[in-house]
T-cell receptor, first 115, second 114 residues
Framework: EPEVTQTPSHQVTQMGQEVILRCVPI?????FYWYRQILGQKVEFLVS????????KSEIFDDQFSVERPDGSNFTLKIRSTKLEDSAMYFC?????????????FGDGTRLSIL | AQSVTQLGSHVSVSEGALVLLRCNYS??????LFWYVQYPNQGLQLLLK??????LVKGINGFEAEFKKSETSFHLTKPSAHMSDAAEYFC????????????FGQGTTLQVKP
């Protein structure tokens, strides 16, 4: 069964440094998402992406964050200048459609630790 | 705005016992609801989804959920727990608008005792 893959599984970065989290969505999917889960808290929506542009972003997704689909397969999340509070598990998801009952398929996540 | 509340952050059952994980939703439109499971060090795996075709939805691994509009609930059940069911379970509702984002509950950790 096709899977969403994320790399790396764990990223340790110094505060203030830039990080790029990578995702390969399922190949025929058209809608892409990033979520994050701070330890002990709920999974939170960050951003959705369709047709090479952001379709919605949350309040969390400020100017320090950006997303890109640089080629036909990768979907990346960049954090420009990391803060301690960016430490979290980041999940990428993709779906074939964005209609009501279309499920999102999630990757295993990247654990980001900011020192 | 849509929201989801999961009652009970931790649920502990004995192997073979009934599993009941509670989820209540708030939605201004007919909701699309999902249950996901997260095993340790893994991503979120879809258990089942409510699509309005039937109020009782069957999912993978013997789980099912019943949509009750009058109670705004979508509780997850399994008749007999297995040790392998130990995981964290998330209820989610599709957000408003056309972007398809999911809004998650706080999650419930299921412990299964031998």
């Amino acid at each position: 069964e096709p899977e969403v893959t994320q790399t790396p599984s764990h990223q340790v970065t110094q505060m203030g440094q830039e990080v790029i989290l990578r995702c390969v969505p399922i190949s025929n999917h058209l809608y892409f998402y990033w979520y994050r889960q701070i330890l002990g808290q709920k999974v939170e929506f960050l951003v959705s992406f369709y047709n090479n542009e952001i379709s919605e972003k949350s309040e969390i997704f400020d100017d320090q964050f950006s997303v890109e689909r640089p080629d036909g397969s990768n979907f990346t999340l960049k954090i420009r200048s990391t803060k301690l509070e960016d430490s979290a598990m980041y999940f990428c998801a993709s779906s074939l459609g964005q209609g009501g009952n279309q499920p999102q398929h999630f990757g295993d996540g990247t654990r980001l630790s900011i020192l | 705005a849509q929201s989801v509340t999961q009652l009970g952050s931790h649920v502990s059952v004995s192997e073979g016992a009934l599993v009941l994980l509670r989820c209540n939703y708030s939605s201004s439109v007919p909701p699309y609801l999902f249950w996901y499971v997260q095993y340790p060090n893994q991503g979120l795996q879809l258990l089942l989804k409510y699509t309005s075709a039937a109020t009782l939805v069957k999912g993978i691994n013997g789980f099912e959920a019943e949509f009750k509009k009058s109670e705004t609930s979508f509780h997850l059940t399994k008749p007999s727990a297995h040790m392998s069911d130990a995981a964290e379970y998330f209820c989610a509702v599709r957000g408003s608008g056309n972007t398809g984002k999911l809004i998650f509950g706080q999650g419930t950790t299921l412990q299964v005792k031998p």
